[in-house]
């Protein structure tokens, strides 16, 4: 059974301060997510990893990828108040070697960013 | 529309009730996913369409729960004997293809309270 985990789950930093978060997961895949949920809202995609050693950038947040240590990253720069969320990692679920976008995803990471 | 609508956002029913929850997808996407979200957690999977079919049902947790996609577009995800463990909010998806590296897009949700 493919497992998910991040940690930390909960992660209070001021602003300006740099900070990464850590999605570990148990099976083979090349394929993650991360997205990013606001409190009573939906989910929002940020990042999508295809490939060993992948890394893509979007303002503040920094992603990357390696499959070979079944780990990911998600690295926070420079952090402001607007990115206080909630960060859920996704992993591609394969079933007999084809993949069709089912997701397990870890328990989240609930980031609060002070003044 | 432009994204995921799932209606209606919030439903509060009688233990023992049958629902029904609506979720329409992005137009054009083939690929359609239901995920159960508990307070603190990340989704869980539930089942997925590609076309009018329930590709993988393997996440509905009992024979309560039916989901369907007659026409390939519309889904509805429905409960039986409604229990208060029920309680949650049912997140609908859509991807254009379902294959590798195709984000799947979230809808708002649907809270179900159970009392």
């Known amino acids: 059974e493919l497992k998910v985990e991040q940690n930390p789950l909960f992660l209070s930093m001021q602003e300006g301060k740099n900070y990464t978060i850590y999605c570990n997961y148990s099976t083979t895949s090349d394929r993650l997510y991360w997205y990013r949920q606001d409190p009573g809202k939906s989910l929002e995609s940020l990042f999508v990893?295809?490939?060993?050693?992948a890394v893509k950038q979007e303002g503040r947040l920094m992603a990357s990828l390696d499959t070979k240590a079944r780990l990911s990253t998600l690295h926070i720069t420079a952090a402001v108040h607007d990115l206080s969320a909630t960060y859920f990692c996704a992993v591609d679920r394969r079933a007999g070697g084809t993949s069709y976008g089912k997701l397990t995803f870890g328990q989240g990471t609930i980031l609060t960013v002070h003044p | 529309g432009a994204g995921v609508s799932q209606t209606p956002s919030n439903k509060v029913t009688e233990k023992g009730k049958y629902v029904e929850l609506r979720c329409d997808p992005i137009?054009?996407?083939?690929?359609l996913y239901w995920y159960r979200q508990s307070l603190g957690q990340g989704p869980e999977f539930l089942i997925y369409?590609?076309?009018?079919?329930?590709?993988?049902d393997s996440g509905l947790p009992n024979d309560r729960f039916f989901a369907v996609r007659p026409e390939g577009s519309v889904s509805t995800l429905k409960i039986q004997r409604t229990e208060r463990g029920d309680s949650a909010v049912y997140l609908c998806?859509?991807?254009?293809?379902?294959?590798?590296?195709?984000?799947?897009?979230f809808g708002q949700g649907t809270r179900l309270t159970v009392v």
């Open positions: 369409f590609q076309g009018t079919g329930a590709a993988d």
């Open positions: 990893l295809l490939s060993n050693g």
């Open positions: 998806a859509s991807s254009s293809t379902g294959q590798v590296g195709t984000e799947a897009f």
């Open positions: 137009s054009g996407h083939t690929a």
